[in-house]
């Protein structure tokens, strides 16, 4: 069993910055990739950012290319997300998960343990 902690959400103004962090216990990460979702009130949880076991491949939503940034830590078994230049849009409920094995995806589908979630607020 594997168990994700989401932590640092909270709220901040636009154009402000916060950093995620996803640590796990239980069975270590291992050489699985990683991934964030984030889910809005009324709407579906959807992909925001992936990371390969290795962290040389990484995949962006386009909605927060060039403003989030996912990172890893393996011997810390952390994986974080920096998100800059935030939007009143980009609030959310946001989840880590573990891809099934060390490649990282972008489908919901292709992740088999999930967070409980850390609430990020932006205000406008």
């Known amino acids: 069993q594997v168990t994700l902690v989401e932590s640092g959400g909270g709220l901040v103004q636009a154009g402000g910055s916060l950093r995620l962090s996803c640590a796990a216990s239980?069975?270590?990460?291992?050489?699985?990739?990683r991934g964030w979702f984030r889910q809005a009130p009324g709407k579906e949880r959807e992909f925001v950012a992936a990371?390969?076991?290795?962290?040389?491949?990484?995949y962006y939503a386009d909605s927060v290319k060039g403003r989030f940034t996912i990172s890893t830590d393996n011997a810390k078994n952390t994986v974080y997300l920096q998100m800059n230049s935030l939007k009143p849009e980009d609030t959310a409920v946001y989840y880590c998960?573990?891809?099934?094995?060390?490649?990282?995806?972008?489908?919901?589908?292709?992740?088999?343990?999930w967070g409980q979630g850390t609430q990020v607020t932006v205000s406008s």
């Open positions: 998960a573990r891809s099934r094995n060390n490649y990282a995806y972008t489908a919901r589908s292709l992740f088999d343990y």
């Open positions: 239980g069975r270590t990460l291992g050489s699985n990739g």
């Open positions: 990371i390969s076991w290795s962290g040389r491949t990484t």
